[in-house]
Structure formats: structure tokens, C-alpha cells
């Protein structure tokens, strides 16, 4: 299937907008670690058939009292598995007739699950996808007709935030679950301890390298938690963004036809750091970055590190923990190359909510995912767990409530809004990019134990990217 580039190009207008509105897997989505498998679902309450086909598709509202049993799925931490099941019992109270049966997992052992259903023809009625979602373009069932039809409102999201989980020709694919973006979480206590200075905004690599190994070196903790699945993120989509110009270069080209660089030699000072600092014991080796299942037992969550990469959806989660213990936590831009350069960050969509194209009650799904976005007492419950909600009245109810590590969310959000950024950022990925990302973490191993060096490393890495175009 040819895949058809989405608007997650995010034009520098829409990153302005966020700073006035408060706004906030897979290889370039909500990346950071996530936690080991878990399935559950509700208790079947008795299936029956479904309206007809006809009706759903149609965008008429579904008022029929027969018994409707939606299957749904996710991925992510066990808060976000215990405010989502918490919200579909609230759904279910106000639909008596529509029984839920969910299932969630880890982030890898979700996409295992999703390529069986699949392959099969049976993906849930409603599921939930990342940046890599055009690998399942077949499975969604677009929501234009029941936007149209007022089925799924969206009355209170701007046009910027419908476009980016919009295709180019403007096929509604899903909504999003929530801005997001990345950055670096941080135990104060542990840096003001090791006598490091606490990051700003125009940190560096190299500031974030010596304050791994300082606070390694004058606490006996790691500086820095390994990146996991974020490491292809940080040192590729990232680390050459912030080369040039803003705008400059991209790992690959903005319609992925190729690569967006043509120097291999450009990634080699970020491949050499982090082998460094794994070789010397700031950050964890492969073996000790296995026992990371999730984001709640990240080593910098347990107290073990100073450091680690986050979605930022994921800080007041991490925050809450640390606070409980006594401890507290900051969260920082992503370093750059050099403080004046490109800060390399964009806002984007956390994931999304899609209607399978397998579902029976196709309507009745996506009045749930119009539920689940818009209805303020849901995400009074949800408080952003996925991302800052694309609905501006819920978005300002939120904040005006907002916990403290919520409002360091929603803060940093507003504050990479002002972030100088390219016109246009291309967070999706070709066909064939996994085995690069496999590979990639592979080759800094590989360096870290003299096999090869980062110069090989960085030339194998590009050599891997190009040939998926060839």
C-alpha cells in the first residue's frame, strides 16, 4: 500500500498557538520506556447483534437499546491503564447498553498483538496508534462522516489540532489523545548533591554529558538513564535537527523519499557520547537498561539516576512518585548541539483514538473517542496523562487545576512553544525504519565494547537508512 504522508508536519503557527492556549511508541512517537504486558477486560455481559451495518455507516446516532460490546486496546504506564479503565466504567454507567471489553500492554508486546489482529481481520473496534500509524492505514475507518454528522464533535478543537491526525487530503483518521513533546527529567536533590548546575534552557550535550558523569562520579548512581526505544529519537531525529540552521537538515526528507542528510559522519559525536558514558558507568549498560520495563521504575524514578529521557505526558506520573518519597523532580528542554543552535523539538500528537475499518459498531465507536476527547468530567479523571487534550475547554479546565507536576507539564509545553522551529516537522517514518532503530541501538553497543568504532557505527547506521529507499 503506498502511505499517504499525514499533517504531523506542524507549521510554525500551530507551535505559536500553544503558547496563548496553554496547550502541551513506534519509532517517533510517545516513546519513552513502557511497562511490561498486562491484558484485562471487563466481564462479558452478553453479546447481541449489532444495528445494521448500513445505519452506522450512514453517521446516524445510534439510539437503539440492543447491547453493544466495543472491544478497545492500549498501550502505556499502569497509571494510564488505571485512569482509562476508570473512565470506560464511567462510559459504560452512561451507555447502559455498551459493554467495553478492553486490553492493554506494554508498548512492544501491544504492536505484537495489533500485527495478529491484523492479519486476521478482527483489530479492535477501537484502538489506539502512535507515529507509526501509516503501517495501519487499512485498519483505520476514517471519521469525516460522523464529524459531518455531528456524531463526533468537534465543535472545541481548533483546526490545527484536527490536521494532525489528518491525512493531506484532509481524511479525518482519528482525534488526537493529547499534545506532547520531549524533554529531560531531573532529580534536584541528586544534582544540587553532586554540586552540578541545575540544566536551563540552552544546555548543551556536552552539559548533559559532564553532569552524567559528575553526578556518577559524586554519588555512585548512574548520571543518566539509557534512552531505550528513545535513543534512535535523540540521536537521530533530534541530534541532526539540531545541526545547521533550524530546519536545516532531517534525518530523513520531509515526503520520505530519502535521506535528509548527506554526511554520515554527522552522527558520530552523539553515538560516541553515549558510548562513553555507558562504557564508564553514567549511564546503564544493555543488561541493566533490560530491568526498565516502564516509565514508574525508570532508574531515575527508583532513585538511581539523575536523569532520564521522558515524554513529558508522562512527568506528572513520575513526579507524583518521586514526591511521595521525599523527592524532587525538574524537567528540562532536550540538550542541544550548541546553546545558540537549533533547539530540535517540535509539539505533536501523543496518539490517537481510531475506528477500525473491522468493527461492526462502527458509529458507536466513534462516539466513544468523541466522549473520550470532549467530556470534561472524563478527562477531569484522565488529567492529561496522554498528552495536554486538543478540546480548549476541557484543556482550560485542566490547567486551571492542575497539580503540580501537571502544571510543570502544561509550563514546559509553553515554553517549547516559543521554541524557534522549521515550518515544517516530519514525525512519521518510512517503511523499514524499526530494523534501522534495532540496528542503531545495536551499533552503540557495538561501540561501547570496541567492536567498532562510532565513525563505522554512524556510517553502518546511515547505509542502513538509505537502503530503505533503493
Known amino acids: 500500500m503506498k502511505k499517504k504522508l499525514v499533517s504531523l ?10 503558547t496563548a492556549c496553554g496547550g502541551n511508541d513506534s519509532s517517533n512517537s510517545s516513546a519513552a520506556p513502557e511497562e511490561t504486558p498486562k491484558e484485562t477486560s471487563t466481564e462479558d455481559s452478553g453479546k447481541a447483534d449489532a444495528q445494521p451495518e448500513e445505519a452506522e455507516a450512514s453517521g446516524q446516532e445510534n439510539t437503539s437499546d440492543e447491547q453493544i460490546t466495543l472491544r478497545m486496546a492500549w498501550w502505556g ?4 491503564h488505571d485512569l482509562t479503565v476508570e473512565v470506560i466504567e464511567m462510559y459504560e454507567k452512561e451507555h447502559p447498553n455498551v459493554n467495553i471489553e478492553y486490553e492493554f500492554f506494554s508498548f512492544d508486546d501491544y504492536f505484537t498483538k495489533l500485527k495478529t489482529l491484523v492479519a486476521s481481520d478482527q483489530v479492535w473496534d477501537i484502538f489506539q496508534l502512535g507515529g507509526n500509524f501509516p503501517m495501519y492505514m487499512d485498519k483505520i475507518y476514517p471519521l469525516d462522516e460522523y ?13 490545527a489540532y484536527l490536521k494532525i491526525t489528518q491525512d493531506f487530503d484532509g481524511t479525518q483518521l482519528g482525534l488526537s489523545n493529547g499534545l506532547n513533546t520531549y524533554g529531560i527529567a531531573y532529580d534536584v536533590d541528586m544534582f544540587n548533591a553532586a554540586g552540578v548546575a541545575l540544566p536551563d534552557e540552552n544546555w548543551t550535550w556536552d552539559d548533559y554529558a559532564a553532569a552524567a558523569r559528575a553526578i556518577h562520579e559524586n554519588t555512585g548512581n548512574f548520571g543518566t538513564s539509557g534512552f531505550s526505544t528513545s535513543e534512535f529519537i535523540a540521536g537521530c531525529s533530534t541530534y541532526i535537527g539540531q545541526l545547521g540552521e533550524v530546519g536545516e537538515y532531517s534525518f530523513f526528507n520531509l515526503d520520505l523519499t530519502g535521506m535528509g542528510f548527506d554526511d554520515a559522519s554527522m552522527l558520530e559525536p552523539y553515538i560516541q557520547m553515549r558510548a562513553d558514558l555507558i562504557k564508564e558507568g553514567a549511564s546503564p549498560d544493555a543488561g541493566a537498561e533490560a530491568e526498565v520495563t516502564n516509565i514508574e521504575n525508570d532508574f531515575l524514578v527508583t532513585g538511581e539516576s539523575g536523569m532520564t529521557w521522558v515524554a513529558v505526558n508522562q512527568f506528572p506520573t513520575i513526579y507524583d512518585i ?27 500528537s501523543s496518539q490517537m483514538l ?9 458509529q458507536a465507536a466513534a462516539e466513544f473517542i468523541s466522549w473520550f476527547q470532549n467530556s470534561t468530567e472524563c478527562n477531569n479523571v484522565l488529567q492529561g496523562e496522554r498528552g495536554i487534550p486538543v478540546n480548549e475547554d476541557v484543556r482550560a479546565a485542566l490547567k486551571a487545576n492542575a497539580a503540580e507536576g501537571q502544571q510543570i507539564m502544561y509550563d514546559f509545553v509553553d515554553l517549547v512553544g516559543t521554541f524557534e522551529m522549521p515550518e515544517k516537522v516530519n514525525v512519521l517514518s518510512p517503511d523499514g525504519q524499526d530494523q534501522v532503530v534495532d540496528n542503531y541501538r545495536n551499533y552503540i553497543q557495538q561501540v561501547v565494547f570496541g567492536e567498532i568504532t562510532a565513525k563505522e557505527a554512524a556510517e553502518k547506521t546511515y547505509a542502513d537508512a538509505q537502503a530503505i529507499f533503493e
Open 9 to 18: 508536519f506542524i507549521a510554525a503557527s500551530m507551535v505559536a498557538s500553544l
Open 77 to 80: 504506564s499502569q497509571t494510564r
Open 147 to 159: 464529524v459531518e454528522s455531528g456524531v463526533v464533535d468537534v465543535s472545541k478543537i481548533s483546526d
Open 322 to 348: 518521586c514526591k511521595a518519597e521525599g523527592r524532587t523532580l525538574g524537567l528540562a528542554p532536550l540538550p542541544r548541539v550548541t546553546s545558540d543552535g537549533p533547539s530540535g523539538a517540535a509539539i505533536q
Open 354 to 362: 481510531c475506528v477500525s475499518q473491522d468493527s461492526e459498531h462502527k
